[in-house]
T-cell receptor
Framework: DQQVKQNSPSLSVQEGRISILNCDYT??????FLWYKKYPAEGPTFLIS?????DKNEDGRFTVFLNKSAKHLSLHIVPSQPGDSAVYFC?????????????FGQGTRLTINP | DAGVIQSPRHEVTEMGQEVTLRCKPI?????LFWYRQTMMRGLELLIY????????DSGMPEDRFSAKMPNASFSTLKIQPSEPRDSAVYFC????????????FGQGTRLTVV
């Protein structure tokens, strides 16, 4: 039972264009969502988060959008750069439980082509 | 701070052997997590500790897996006996315990059981 799903295992985008990574969740108790980025041979690192009281959160080139009714969130990277090539994990939890109930998706491998 | 430290980085062992993975969390963090990453299932939570006490081990796949946290600065994940299907990357993460906390990951241990 996959509570957090990233249906695209991979995505290839031209440098300078927009990258859009998608994530769906099923558990209505989730109200806190995070994106982690992972380079090869490294652990995941936190990228950006959003709580359910918002529908958008922006940090530089990264923006996360949350559609609660559709139980869907997306990460937009504009403009995409070669250093953004990595695996991106979506994660969700009930915010009151902090990191203790984080559920991760399977990840999407993003490749930025020069 | 050096971050979450895991050892070894790579482990190759023969089926049936005992494997012990080690983790040193970030100083001051009171929650510790063990995750396993596979292609099929992404990042799965195996077990987490709060203040050195195991809180939820429902993700531990079998009795062959065990985890301990004898003190606030050290944890082990043991597999005995190991099997080829245990081959994966195992991550340790730590966090503070508060609403909206994020987890900080170590670099992982790549385990290969032959």
């Amino acid at each position: 039972d996959q509570q957090v799903k990233q249906n695209s295992p991979s995505l290839s985008v031209q440098e300078g264009r927009i990258s859009i990574l998608n994530c769906d969740y099923t558990n209505s108790m989730f109200d806190y969502f995070l994106w982690y980025k992972k380079y090869p041979a490294e652990g995941p690192t936190f990228l950006i988060s959003i709580s359910s009281i918002k529908d958008k959160n922006e940090d530089g080139r990264f923006t996360v959008f949350l559609n609660k009714s559709a139980k869907h969130l997306s990460l937009h990277i504009v403009p995409s750069q070669p250093g953004d090539s990595a695996v991106y994990f979506c994660a969700a939890s009930p915010i009151i439980q902090g990191a203790q109930k984080l559920v991760f998706g399977q990840g999407t491998r993003l490749t930025i082509n020069p | 701070d050096a971050g979450v430290i895991q050892s070894p980085r790579h482990e190759v062992t023969e089926m049936g052997q005992e494997v012990t993975l080690r983790c040193k969390p970030i100083s001051g963090h009171n929650s510790l997590f063990w995750y396993r990453q596979t292609m099929m299932r992404g990042l799965e939570l195996l077990i987490y500790f709060n203040n050195n006490v195991p809180i939820d081990d429902s993700g531990m796949p079998e009795d062959r897996f065990s985890a301990k946290m004898p003190n606030a600065s050290f944890s082990t994940l043991k597999i005995q006996p190991s099997e080829p299907r245990d081959s994966a990357v195992y991550f340790c993460a730590s966090s503070l315990e508060y609403k909206g906390a994020r987890a900080f990951f170590g670099q992982g241990t790549r385990l290969t059981v032959v």
